[in-house]
């Protein structure tokens, strides 16, 4: 099998026709030989019959069976067939399901180029290399569910998050989550845990911040009747409630000198000494720790143990805050009104475009759990299943004040702002400048755009080119 760069042998499957089209012209000038098929029955047909190919790349989301049917037929078929699973679908819980399936990467639409040329090329060498070793076949992995209700969003940092999610899962490491305050460390660590081989035994968090540090001892390691005042009962602690399972340290920056000591312990010799007891209890966790700190600076200041840092930190996961991943708002935004409905007991709720654009504009210091919170007393306030600006807080109002909207009465009179006149344009500036106000707040990304005006992307386009929208334009 040819398994190098040039003239390698390339299936595409994709139920849209022209974008299987297009990325096939793509590789096809990068001087691979691509077969195209239109479903999944096509390209399994295609792979049976003019296989092997070096790699398959594959949309997830088609009509009567899915990228993942078709993955799993192929792997059934040749175990050590690389394919990459490329989709549009905004639920980035996409990435874990398509690795542990056994797709070799994942790309999220509209994926960069340049970024599959290269993915493509590492995963060819790959092939090449696991030829070369004669390596056995692999069984194909089971099939595990969607991760939904997990992160939500297609942004490359939480595709990312994903994927380092579904990779270190399966093992026992210890992992170390970083992130602002209200990133969803916590959501990561249970993700973690579900797909992990101890997913049948418990996980157990505990806040290290919110404890004195009396307490938090208690709570973790447990304590003996009569260890100090109040112990009337012995306590088997959070290590001991989640032998065989996960224990998840929130905020562990937050941990004494004196009780980084006993954590290192757990973590060195899998053993806990309760508070008042003197004989060691084996346990049996793994142990998933997130902060909002610098630990690697407070390693340098001395703050926290080094050998504990690097015990905790075998693997790490960067969650990006809120701000630096806006083009998953509106799928947050949807997210969290289909749960916040079904929590309150409500039918579907819609937001309406103004009160989007002001979501869209805030930079969210309080990340996620903030958009949480100001949607759920957006959907308390709103009356009429509609959330407008005058349900979301005056701080996020008065930061990015929303366009005026257009009375009913007269839907082609908008107030000057500047003349404290009246003014009537047509429908068709009416249009234009909504759109170019919805470009602004997106930055120019088209995708976001699009998906907010509800047009679609090439709709978009051309009212671009009919405009002549630039960067700035009003």
Not at 51 to 65: C, K, N, Q, S
Not at 410 to 415: E, F, G, I
Not at 448 to 465: E, H, V
Request: net charge negative.
């Amino acid at each position: 099998m040819t398994s190098g760069r040039k003239h390698a042998r390339l299936l595409l499957v994709d139920d849209d026709e022209e974008a299987c089209r297009m990325l096939g012209e793509v590789l096809e000038r990068e001087s691979y030989d691509v077969r195209r098929g239109l479903s999944v029955k096509e390209g399994l047909s295609l792979f049976e019959k003019e296989g092997p190919f070096d790699a398959v790349l594959t949309d997830l989301r088609m009509p009567e069976a899915s990228g993942l049917d078709l993955l799993a037929a192929i792997r059934e078929r040749d175990p050590e067939a690389l394919v990459l699973v490329l989709t549009a679908f905004g639920d980035a819980g996409a990435a874990a399901e398509a690795i542990r399936a056994g797709a070799y990467d994942f790309i999220s639409k509209p994926y960069d180029l340049a970024e599959l040329r290269q993915t493509l090329a590492r995963a060819l060498e790959r092939r090449k290399l696991a030829s070369a070793r004669q390596e056995s076949a692999a069984v194909a992995p089971t099939r595990e569910p969607v991760l939904s209700g997990t992160l939500v969003g297609h942004s490359p940092g939480i595709i990312d998050v994903m994927k380092q999610v579904a990779r270190v899962a399966s093992t026992q490491a210890s992992v170390l989550i970083l992130g602002e305050t209200g990133t969803g460390k916590e959501l990561v660590a249970r993700t973690i845990h579900r797909f992990s081989e101890r997913a049948d035994r418990r996980m157990v968090a505990v806040n290290c911040s919110a404890l004195a540090e009396g307490l938090l001892e208690s709570e973790l390691f447990g304590h003996v009747k009569g260890a100090f005042t109040g112990a009337v009962g012995n306590r088997p602690g959070i290590f001991r409630e989640a032998d065989k399972g996960t224990v998840f340290l929130d905020e562990v920056g937050d941990v004494s000198p004196g009780l980084q000591a006993r954590l290192l312990r757990v973590l060195q010799e899998q053993e806990i000494v309760p508070v008042g007891a003197e004989t060691p209890i084996k346990v049996d966790v793994r142990v998933i720790a997130a902060t909002h700190r610098d630990l690697g600076a407070m390693v340098r200041d001395k703050q926290f143990r080094e050998d504990l840092y690097y015990r905790l930190n075998v693997v790490t996961i960067q969650l990006p805050p809120l701000r630096e991943r806006r083009q998953d708002i509106p799928l947050l935004i949807d997210h969290f009104l289909t749960t916040l409905a079904a929590r309150h007991g409500r039918g579907p709720v819609a937001i309406d475009p103004a009160a989007q654009a002001l979501l869209l504009a805030w930079d969210w210091p309080g990340n996620v759990r903030e958009l949480e919170n100001v949607l759920e007393r957006a959907m308390v306030l709103a009356e009429l299943d509609v959330i407008g600006p005058e349900h979301l807080p005056e701080t996020l109002r008065a930061s990015h004040p929303a366009p005026a909207a257009v009375s009913p009465a007269a839907p082609t009179q908008q107030a000057s702002v500047e003349s404290g006149s009246t003014e009537l344009v047509t429908l068709d500036e009416l249009d234009r400048r909504h759109v170019f106000r919805v470009l602004a707040a997106m930055k120019g990304n088209r995708e976001d755009s699009a998906r907010i005006l509800g047009i679609s992307r090439r709709t978009l386009t051309r009212m671009i080119q009919r405009w002549h929208w630039t960067p700035g334009a009003t």
